[in-house]
């Protein structure tokens, strides 16, 4: 059995999730990503000018194989729930944040200090991409 996975939503899936990040932490999130995560304006410029475009390649990357991963989750849902749809994205976009991303991402407040609003904007970040990235799967 082929499984149809369409190969131009998990692109433009992964393209939103990449757009979603630079809106989040740049004008929308952005000064209290930095203030709770302690950069600086110095330490970004010293980031800039090490060169940013193996960090980009990777989190283009990372955002391809998410949405290709929430694709076959989202096949599996659909399968197992009876829906589709908008709704099915979102349901499968937050039940893979909520069982995945939440528990391995709470230890950077419970061990590593971090403070919950750093933990709030930066994972937080993650539901929503995950939705939305299920929202494009699901209706495309």
Avoid: Q
């Avoid at 193996?54 to 989202?74: D, E, P, R, W």
């Avoid at 991402?105 to 993650?126: C, E, M, Q, R, S």
């Amino acid at each position: 059995m082929e499984v149809p996975i369409n190969y131009l939503a998990v692109l433009v899936s992964a393209l939103a999730n990449m757009v979603l990040g630079f809106l989040w932490f740049g004008p929308v999130f952005g000064k209290v990503w930095m203030k709770t995560s302690g950069m600086t304006a110095e330490k970004l410029e010293e980031s800039k000018k090490k060169g940013m475009a193996v960090s980009y390649v990777l989190m283009v990357i990372g955002s391809l194989l998410m949405a290709y991963v929430l694709a076959h989750a989202l096949i599996f849902g659909n399968a197992y729930l009876g829906t589709s749809g908008w709704s099915s994205g979102v349901m499968v976009g937050f039940w893979n944040w909520l069982g995945f991303v939440l528990p391995v991402t709470i230890g950077v407040v419970l061990w590593d200090g971090k403070p919950w609003k750093f933990w709030a904007v930066t994972y937080l970040y993650n539901l929503v991409g995950f939705m939305l990235m299920g929202i494009i799967l699901a209706i495309w």
